[in-house]
């Protein structure tokens, strides 16, 4: 570029009188002026500052307050930047006394913020414990019972402990899920490292592990770039009948009476989290079932032949 | 280290004073990154936010270029990088160029639309350097404070700014 320092004290406005006459006299300088004056005319709004003071206030309490259940915002899924696991089992096994308790019940769902920034979004039926105070000392733990979906912000350790097994990640997203004798862990990006009992093991992305009926085994080659009630739906692979109706009571609050049928027999396929029909009809029609609605209650028989 | 002097941004008054402050060029830098000013906002809240729960960490002196450079951050992390383009003030505030003949005001229509395209197509870097100093009236000096980068690394980055836009538009 020509006149390149006297260009630049120009815009800089260092320019002596002078110096400014002898600048004008050079044939770019048109060029310039337009381009410099037109810049300055593109806009950015000016801020209310006051105003915007008092929106972050609310901000800054959110932060440090509980976490309250606010109106799930998934905006933050799409950036999913690490890892993203799901963990499913179900005993009321810890309440801490002193912690932060979030939770939701039956067809909700919540999402929170930690003390540390990282979110959490809480399928139906779930509970999440925290102690606050060992947040400090670098202990990041949190306890599960139900299901849930993380995402971490990059630090120390991170664990969520469940019934049936730990889940341990440095500063990632995954969503974990616990049931009554189910547990399943599933990595969608970054790494995650679960221990069950004595047994651990690291998790990629696109695997899962899932212990079911006493024996765990781990599945690779998943494609799922986040859990599928994100997009309120419920889905099963090989997952016992039981486990099948127990979900669909969570998220419809329903009560389903399947004693005719044999629910250990297993299920692959979904349904929706907004239509209970329609979820019936998903599941009974494949398995040869029929169902019936009165009030809350659902009654599940074989067909009739 | 911890900071035990009266100057704390945990304190309140302090903090404040912070935020009125640098409010409005942080978000000016962040627009100037994402192109949206919602966005832009919420970005510089965020840095805010964290700013105050780093608030014991982080030196008053340093808080500034702390404030820029979350927001950068902020801003890899969770945007959609799209092409950024920035409006025209409504209001023509050059009283000389009130009672233009069509055709000037034609040709200095495009003139913007061009310009304001050239600027989307500035690498970030030099977009931010030059809309710094051209919209919020920046000396090179506080833009590479504010960026910590060194004034040589600002002056290069609106030389390159400015030989783009020539380039971009070669007849003016």
């Known amino acids: 570029m ?7 004290k120009w815009l800089n406005g260092d320019l002596t009188p002078e110096e400014l006459e002898a600048f004008k006299k050079t044939e770019d300088y048109k060029a310039y002026a337009k381009i410099a004056d037109f810049s300055k005319e593109l806009k950015s709004e000016l801020l209310d500052t006051e105003q915007s003071y008092q929106d972050l206030e609310k901000r800054l309490q959110s932060v440090k307050k509980e976490p309250k259940v606010i109106k799930p915002n998934f905006g933050w899924v799409r950036y999913a930047a690490a890892a993203v696991v799901a963990v499913l089992i179900s005993t009321w096994f810890f309440l801490g006394s002193d912690g932060i308790d979030t939770k939701t019940g ?17 399928n139906a039926g779930s509970s999440l414990t925290i102690n606050e105070k060992n947040w400090d000392t670098g202990n990041r733990k949190v306890n599960l019972n139900g299901e849930a979906f993380f995402k971490v912000t990059k630090g120390k350790k991170f664990t969520v402990h469940t019934s049936a097994g730990d889940v341990q990640v440095l500063g990632t997203q995954f969503n974990v899920k616990e049931r009554d004798s189910y547990f399943e862990v599933h ?13 651990s093991l690291i998790l990629e992305p696109g695997e899962r592990y899932r212990f079911l009926n006493g ?3 781990k599945i690779t080659g998943l494609t799922d770039a986040k859990p599928a009630w994100l ?17 669909m009571q969570r998220q419809f609050d329903i009560e389903i009476e399947a004693s005719a049928v044999d629910t250990r027999q297993l299920y692959s396929g979904g349904f929706s989290n907004t239509d209970l029909q329609l979820a019936l009809q998903s599941v009974c029609i494949p398995l040869n079932l029929s169902y019936e609605i009165k009030d809350a209650v659902v009654k599940i028989s074989p067909d009739a032949p | 280290m911890k900071n035990s002097d009266s100057e704390n941004l945990c304190k309140e008054p302090t903090y404040k004073a912070f935020y009125t402050s640098y409010v409005q060029g942080a978000k000016n830098f962040a627009l100037y990154k994402c192109g949206d000013e919602a966005q832009a906002l919420d970005l510089t809240q965020e840095a805010f936010v964290k700013i105050w729960q ?7 002196s340093k808080a500034k270029t702390y404030l820029f450079t979350t927001i950068n951050n902020l801003f890899l992390n969770a945007v959609k990088h799209q092409k950024v383009m920035l409006n025209y003030e409504k209001n023509n505030t050059k009283e000389n160029r009130s009672f233009q003949d069509p055709e000037y005001i034609l040709e200095e229509k495009e003139f913007k639309a061009k310009l304001s395209d050239a600027i ?31 004034v040589k690394a600002v002056e290069k980055r609106m030389s390159q700014a400015l030989a783009s836009l020539r380039e971009q538009i070669p007849n003016i």
């Open chain 1, 2 to 8: 020509k006149n390149e320092k006297l260009i630049l």
């Open chain 1, 106 to 122: 039956f067809g909700e769902i919540a999402q929170t913020q930690l003390p540390d920034d990282s979110e959490v979004i809480l």
């Open chain 1, 187 to 199: 990595c969608y990006e970054g790494r995650v490292s679960v221990t069950r009992a004595t047994d």
């Open chain 1, 215 to 217: 024996t765990g085994e």
């Open chain 1, 231 to 247: 997009d309120k739906e419920s889905l099963f692979d090989a997952v016992p009948l039981e486990l099948v109706f127990e979900e």
């Open chain 2, 54 to 60: 780093n608030c014991a960490d982080i030196n008053l």
């Open chain 2, 120 to 150: 989307a197509n500035l690498t970030e870097a030099q977009r931010e350097v030059f809309l710094m100093n051209r919209i919020d009236g920046k000396k090179y000096r506080e833009i590479a404070e504010t960026l910590d980068l060194s």
